[in-house]
Each structure stands twice: as structure tokens, then as C-alpha cells.
């Protein structure tokens, strides 16, 4: 469980840093014969900080408490 937190940690800080990312597609939109029109569609995908936060207070959790078989 130690590495699934750490992965968490290391994602969650990635998102905190990184608050989006902007994707490009590319569409066509007429083709005749050899011609072809293509139109260029931009979108950011973008979340909050609070996600990124919120998944290194989760890594940290389960990287101290996952690992603990049976104690009482």
C-alpha cells in the first residue's frame, strides 16, 4: 500500500502544479477528391487545486496507515 500512496503523492502534487492542460484536435470538415478542409477544434481541460491537495492528503493517509496488518 506504501506505493500506491506514494504514487498519489507524486500525482497529486503533478495536478497541484499543473492546474489544465490544453488539447488541440483536428477535424476534417469537407472532402472532395484530393482537397480536404480541416478546422482546428483548442479545449482546455482544466481542475481545481483543491483536487490535487485533497490527493496528497489521500497518498499521505494511506501511506501511513495502509500497511498496518492487524494492529490492535
Known sequence: ???VGIALIIIGIIVTIFSGIALQR???V???GDVE????DDK???WPRWVGIAMIGGGVVVFLFG???GAK
Open 1 to 3: 500500500m506504501k506505493k
Open 44 to 46: 482546455e481541460l482544466t
Open 67 to 69: 500497511s498496518r496488518k
Open 26 to 28: 483536428e477535424e476534417t
Open 30 to 32: 469537407v472532402e472532395v
Open 37 to 40: 478542409i480541416t478546422r482546428e
